[in-house]
């Protein structure tokens, strides 16, 4: 069973940064493209970037291309979110989700994480 544990959401301040972590558990992570969702109040999960099994290839939401930057570290099974110059509309729980097929279709998502708060404040 493959688990998926998000950690580092919070409160900032707009203009700041934030990183995310999520660390899996279960089958071989290198099996997995690994991808950040998020979901803002009143609004469907939306795709914010993905990275593929050995990190050579990542793709972004045209939101938060050039602020966000997705990566991975196959040996701590750990896909990690850096996020800087946020925003307030980047307020949103952030969901960690693996799969075998590429992002970011939502329905390419085979396992999610609990999901953790950011909110960013004007």
């Known amino acids: 069973q493959v688990q998926l544990v998000e950690s580092g959401g919070g409160l900032v301040q707009a203009g700041e940064s934030l990183r995310l972590s999520c660390v899996y558990s279960?089958?071989?992570?290198?099996?997995?493209?690994m991808g950040w969702f998020r979901r803002a109040p009143g609004k469907e999960r939306e795709f914010v970037a993905a990275?593929?099994?050995?990190?050579?290839?990542?793709y972004y939401a045209g939101s938060v291309k050039g602020r966000f930057t997705i990566s991975r570290d196959n040996a701590k099974s750990t896909v990690f979110l850096q996020m800087n110059n946020v925003k307030p509309e980047d307020t949103a729980v952030y969901y960690c989700?693996?799969?075998?097929?590429?992002?970011?279709?939502?329905?390419?998502?085979?396992?999610w994480g609990q999901g953790t708060q950011v909110t960013v404040s004007s």
């Open positions: 989700g693996a799969g075998r097929r590429w992002f970011p279709p939502v329905g390419n998502v085979d396992y």
């Open positions: 279960g089958r071989t992570f290198t099996n997995y493209v």
């Open positions: 990275i593929d099994w050995q990190g050579g290839s990542r």
